[in-house]
């Protein structure tokens, strides 16, 4: 690369959010916000009004097959 054409931006961080209070529509929301062609690890927070063994089911299904790792913000 000469200099004269700007590279493209490297994405490192994506987030995805929800405030929906049921599981399969936060999931859908947060997932639906990310580009999961491009994503390799996903970290997800959960509020404890979220029932974690569901989220994780749930997350399992719309990720793709994109490794991730979840934690309760309670």
Not at 5 to 29: K, N, T
Not at 38 to 64: I, K
């Amino acid at each position: 690369m000469d200099g004269s054409q700007p590279r493209p931006v490297p994405r490192f961080l994506r987030i995805g959010r929800s405030d929906a209070p049921d599981v399969e529509a936060a999931v859908i929301e947060a997932a639906g916000a990310i580009d999961l062609d491009a994503t390799r690890f996903v970290l997800a927070f959960l509020p404890d009004s979220l029932d974690p063994l569901r989220a994780t089911e749930r997350l399992g299904c719309h990720l793709d097959g994109v490794p991730f790792f979840g934690c309760s913000t309670a």
